[in-house]
């Protein structure tokens, strides 16, 4: 069975040559330039904004790539911007390049080398003759794809600051498969200088991926491991997916007779592309993952894969059929554009003539509509001046409400067990005659009064966090039965010290989908309030129901329990403030009501016959979002 090479450079051939020196990873400058683009208010600056995002979208995503371009290249038409429109047919080339589509891809660089040549950009009529050379490269005319980077080698020397040879020598290297060793490592040797000397982190990279490559051909495989694990680390650390990629695809060639390593190196390159939407890869790399699955034997995996496949392709055709739409559509604008300008140059003598009549009334209504114009804009000032003053007063208002909520509940909260602790100290120093007995006794109360004072500053920190920032929902599997189990560790000296007895009978296979912070704060809260009101020698009893829609969780204890009265006021903070027990419960259970909402649940409790207290809470059998 004849297996695929595996893929060196893909990335590498197309990412140099239509892409600029940038020191960091693709997806970050994508990210960069879309969020400044709302900010542009300079048309110019706009139409290099939006070639510079359809440059850096051409191996993610090459509709996108040519979307931009016809985006800048029909504003910059607009604009009378000749560099801009340039710039744009250069997108709409390797959009097109990357589509298949040769030889329009071909014809549109030549004319934009022209058009570079005529405005004297010597560095992008160098790059312009490096993409062509990759096209040639694509369609196997090695002849051509020589000579091309041999003319890019040659004007690129004319330039001053020659940082871009650094890129076209790599580059000559990677398209002349047939240079001797000694001659790629001249070439790359050469590139290195310029690369080290302008600090170019990108090529760095990229030329020890080269000498690695290089090392591997020779058949120097010790040589060449050190080069690929320094690629790898310094690609991932920069953040530049394209690399990391090419550095994997370097690690299954050094492991070219192990095909469970090719296989688990390429598994890996495809997750990358994959969660970083490298489209143009992923077919490549799932046909060389196919071919050593099948390897392997096992029918489920090479079904997945086949489908993986199956998925990729029917993606790619889909968005050619699209493109070749949108191409057809450009060129019918193009030829629009063409016969619009014809039309407009005729009719521009019979405009002036009409806009040289029509300046006096212009004038005129232009004074008179500016005059209203103020007017209005005057009026509506006002009215959002208003509606300002109006919302910073509800905010105010709304802060100085929390503000006085929140020193109620720390006055209350920590005045009494301050006093307590306070006034036991002081009787301890005062009356150095105490026993041992009575001294260890006081020293338990300052540690429980210390003890309540810390849960009650964890609980009000968290409903500061709940207040101030919110909480993002995180699902994942969880058993019920191991955290309650959890948080009654917490609570461990609690029960000894009142000899509660604690009863998990949640099931041990219930599993729910849920944010695990969330749920355990409410589970650690009710505990805490079931061990509190609890008599010594209680019992707490937790258990757990499975419905269609809903778990449902029952913590039970055997305390006082509650009136009806205050079964009402359980879940809801209020200014009315009774002792700072209560008050500190009503903060956690108003927190624990608020969780188990955005968890998609509700929240109750019901006295228990004879005596004591049930709280419940019920959870989504599957919650997704919050």
Not at 151 to 178: F, H, P
Not at 254 to 263: A, G, H, R, T
Not at 492 to 508: G, S
Request: charged share 20%; proline share 2%.
């Amino acid at each position: 069975m004849h297996l695929p090479k595996p893929i060196r450079y893909i990335a590498i051939i197309l990412f140099f040559c239509l892409c600029n020196n940038y020191a960091q990873s693709q997806s970050a400058f994508i990210q960069q330039e879309q969020r400044k683009l709302p900010f542009i208010k300079d048309s110019v600056i706009l139409v290099n904004s939006l070639n510079r995002l359809g440059m850096l979208y051409h191996l993610k995503n090459s509709d996108s790539c040519f979307y931009y371009g016809m985006k800048a290249k029909a504003m910059a038409i607009r604009l009378r911007y000749t560099k801009g429109e340039t710039d744009a047919d250069n997108v709409i080339a390797t959009a097109l390049y990357l589509k298949g589509l040769f030889r329009e891809s071909l014809e549109l660089y030549s004319k934009v080398l022209s058009a570079y040549r005529k405005q004297l950009d010597t560095t992008n009529a160098a790059m312009v003759l490096m993409n062509m050379s990759t096209v040639y490269r694509g369609i196997a005319d090695s002849t051509h794809a020589k000579a091309f980077c041999l003319q890019a080698i040659q004007t690129g020397r004319k330039l001053q600051k020659d940082s871009i040879m650094s890129t076209i020598y790599a580059n000559y290297c990677i398209v002349n498969s047939s240079l001797s060793y000694d001659s790629a490592r001249y070439y790359v040797a050469k590139s290195s200088e310029i690369a080290n000397r302008f600090k170019d982190k990108r090529m760095m990279i990229v030329i020890m991926q080269l000498q690695a490559n290089n090392l591997l051909n020779k058949g120097d495989k010790q040589g060449a491991l050190p080069l690929i694990e320094r690629s790898l680390s310094e690609s991932k650390k920069a953040g530049m997916e394209f690399f990391e990629i090419n550095s994997l695809g370097l690690f299954a060639d050094y492991y070219s007779n192990k095909p469970d390593s090719i296989l688990s190196y390429y598994n890996r390159a495809y997750a990358l592309a994959q969660a970083n939407g490298y489209v143009y890869l992923k077919v490549k790399i799932l046909k060389v993952i196919l071919a050593y699955t099948e390897l392997s034997g096992n029918k489920d995996k090479i079904i997945k894969v086949h489908s993986l496949i199956a998925t990729a392709l029917t993606a790619e055709n889909d968005n050619l059929k699209k493109f070749i739409g949108d191409y057809i559509k450009y060129n019918e604008i193009q030829d629009d554009n063409t016969l619009l300008g014809i039309a407009n140059r005729s009719s521009k003598t019979e405009i002036w003539l009409l806009f040289s009549c029509c300046v006096v009334s212009i004038v005129l209504i232009i004074i008179i509509y500016r005059l209203y114009q103020v007017s209005r804009l005057h009026e509506h000032r006002q009215a959002q001046l208003n509606l300002q003053i109006q919302d910073r007063n509800n905010t105010l208002h709304e802060a100085d409400e929390f503000k006085n909520k929140l020193i109620s509940i720390l006055a209350h909260d920590f005045r009494t067990p301050l006093i307590s602790t306070i006034s036991i100290a002081r009787m301890m120093r005062d009356n150095p005659g105490f026993t041992d007995i009575e001294m260890e006794q006081f020293y338990g109360e300052i540690e429980t009064d210390a003890t309540r004072m810390l849960e009650s500053f964890d609980t009000i920190l968290q409903w500061i966090k709940q207040q101030l920032s919110g909480y993002r929902f995180k699902a994942e599997s969880l058993l019920l039965h191991d955290l309650f189990n959890e948080s009654a560790e917490l609570f461990y000296q609690q029960l000894d010290e009142k000899k509660i007895t604690f009863t998990n009978q949640v099931p041990d296979h219930m599993t729910i989908s849920s944010d695990r912070e969330m749920l355990q704060f409410v589970n650690r809260n009710l505990l805490s309030n079931a061990i509190r009101f609890s008599p010594e020698g209680g019992t707490i009893k937790i258990t757990a129901t499975q419905s269609n829609d809903n778990f449902t969780i029952a913590v039970a204890d055997n305390g006082p329990g509650m009136d009806n009265t205050t079964i009402s006021k359980l879940f809801v903070v209020s200014n009315q403030l009774t002792s700072s027990t209560q008050q500190g419960a009503g903060i956690a259970l108003s927190m624990c009501k608020d969780f188990i909402g955005m968890l998609g649940g509700r929240i109750w409790a019901e006295n228990k016959e004879p005596n004591g207290a049930i709280f419940y809470y019920t959870i989504p059998v599957e919650k997704t979002n919050v």
